[in-house]
């Protein structure tokens, strides 16, 4: 099996009133710029001149990786349950940008090496395992494995969907996590793995010579494999594979899909992978500073809103362009037309 | 005389421990990029270690140029006082963001060639004369003019101070206006006139090459001024010199300054060439797609929050960049540090 999703591609009947509608607002042509095109692609997605944004989501998923163990990132494996508490508990950085847009937040623990107690309710409990294996030695997941965190991703998705939700981002706890992510864009995109390696949560130049050490090492023993589901197995993890089934659900679902930095983007590139007509429901929120991004979005020939030099996933790029999403559906439903304002147009 | 305004230098003694603070917070070491950057300048601007954002204001300042007459613009000149309409009317760009994020807007004629009834009190009746000289024959203002400009801003600007506001940004509306902003740069940079000329609100391309004949023919005739005080006499116009009055006095204020697009950047650029300390307090929003703007912030050596391809003036950049403002302060209030939140730190 690839996927069960069935993804419908968006209707472009209503384009030219759309267009027309923008170019009416009282401001020169194509003024407003990247707002203009957001707009336009919302007013497709929901088939309307009068675009809306319904209790926006931002699902943080998190997961451990085998990797962790040859030394590949600054920080010891712990922070990742240690982060998942700080996000139960309101005090990272996707909580307070959550909170600032009324962004409904929920963390999913998609595989953390750590026992969370069962009675934290706001805590979704999707664990498949506690970590992935050393992707060094052996594939990371099964490929059942993978197929269940498309499962219980999905699920997930349909049932904030169901609650009314149209617009959602997706985020991602793991330390080690940029190691896989990197070793899924090499392989997909067929390129150098030491292009697709950056710094992570800040490595030094000794420990990022390592990481490239490592994972290009891994290339030369384990090979590649081009179908996004092996390589995805091979190389992912538990809440990379839960963010591929989470986009594909949520475009099905035709929500507006909004895409955070490095990690959020190697899932999408596998999504795309099978499901290319996701393109159409997704926005790219923020290039990341991480070295591999760039290169990615080029890959991908996307545009994020934002460059802002984060580099912190958890879906903070989604959460802090939000408020741009708003203004370009505000502005379609807010401003004026020439007409209705009596202001010339060109001469 | 140059300006009565007195600005302080930031005091930078609270630096490291304002450095420490953003370092303790659950994110990797400078992972929050630019929004680090923004949140450093705010605690500087109001020395403490937790910053507040009061009464958020945008005032768009509005005025005629006789350049308009030499067929610069891609609209009739009408299209200004229509535009003043339009924002006391709620219906224009600015409105539609001011309101999405709880900014006060005030409108001011600062020299709009329409006689408005003055009894709209939601305008600001700042005229100084209906339109200003056509630069192309004699100085577009007088300096008696230039300096009432400069006082009358002021007073707006203080007022709003005493009223407890701490963040102002400042956007602009005149036809033709980017002709001015071109000529203060190519005089103040030393640049040629036809780096600092762009479409505006959208000229053809023959349009564009009368628009640089028309500017460059002005050169040739009437020379440069390096003096910042007759440069903008002979090529500004009133809303530009309100706001670059405004701008330092909003310094002077140790208010947090939004600086918005190319005309605006145009006024920071006098401003600054005035009083150089005033770039401690200014926060540079958009860049915009106008031709010259990237430029001009290249020579002022400052890296603008976002590039939405915009070009709409109004202020719009500064009104879509101030939740990114927010959320730098945001960030620093509420996020947990490695130690309240028992997070491990950096192997």
Request: aromatic share 6%.
């Amino acid at each position: 099996m690839e996927t069960n999703f069935s993804i419908t591609p968006i209707a472009t009947q209503l384009s030219t009133a759309i267009q027309r509608k923008i170019n009416g607002k009282t401001k020169p042509l194509g003024a407003l710029g990247r707002l203009e095109e957001v707009a336009l692609q919302i007013c497709q997605i929901q088939q309307t001149l009068s675009p809306s944004l319904q209790r926006p989501h931002v699902l943080v998923f998190a997961g451990d990786h085998g990797i962790a163990h040859e030394g590949v990132s600054a920080y010891p494996q712990e922070v990742t349950w240690q982060m998942v508490m700080n996000f139960l508990n309101g005090g990272a950085a996707i909580n307070v940008f959550c909170k600032q847009h009324n962004i409904e937040l929920r963390v999913v623990d998609a595989g953390v090496n750590y026992d969370f107690p069962l009675d934290i309710k706001q805590l979704i409990h999707n664990k498949i395992q506690k970590g992935t294996a050393n992707f060094a030695r052996e594939s990371a997941m099964s490929l059942q494995q993978t197929e269940k965190c498309f499962e219980s991703a999905s699920s997930i998705v349909k049932r904030i969907a169901e609650s009314g939700c149209n617009v959602i981002g997706f985020g991602e706890m793991g330390i080690a996590n940029t190691s896989s992510a990197a070793m899924l864009m090499s392989a997909l995109c067929n390129l150098p793995v030491e292009k697709c390696i950056g710094r992570g949560t800040g490595l030094s130049d000794k420990a990022l010579q390592h990481k490239i050490d490592v994972l290009s090492k891994v290339f030369a023993n384990r090979g590649r494999s081009y179908s996004p589901m092996n390589t995805l197995a091979m190389y992912g993890g538990f809440e990379i594979a839960q963010l591929v089934g989470a986009i594909l659900q949520a475009a099905e679902c035709r929500m507006i899909v909004l895409i955070d930095g490095f990690i959020a983007t190697s899932a999408y590139l596998v999504a795309q992978a099978m499901q290319p007509t996701i393109k159409e429901y997704c926005i790219f929120c923020h290039q990341s500073q991480e070295q591999g991004h760039q290169l990615l979005l080029h890959y991908l020939k996307v545009n994020p809103l934002l460059n802002l030099e984060m580099r912190l996933g958890e879906g903070t790029g989604v959460a802090v362009a939000y408020p741009l999403i708003q203004s370009a559906v505000h502005f379609m439903n807010e401003m004026a037309s020439f007409e209705s304002a009596g202001v010339s147009t060109k001469v």
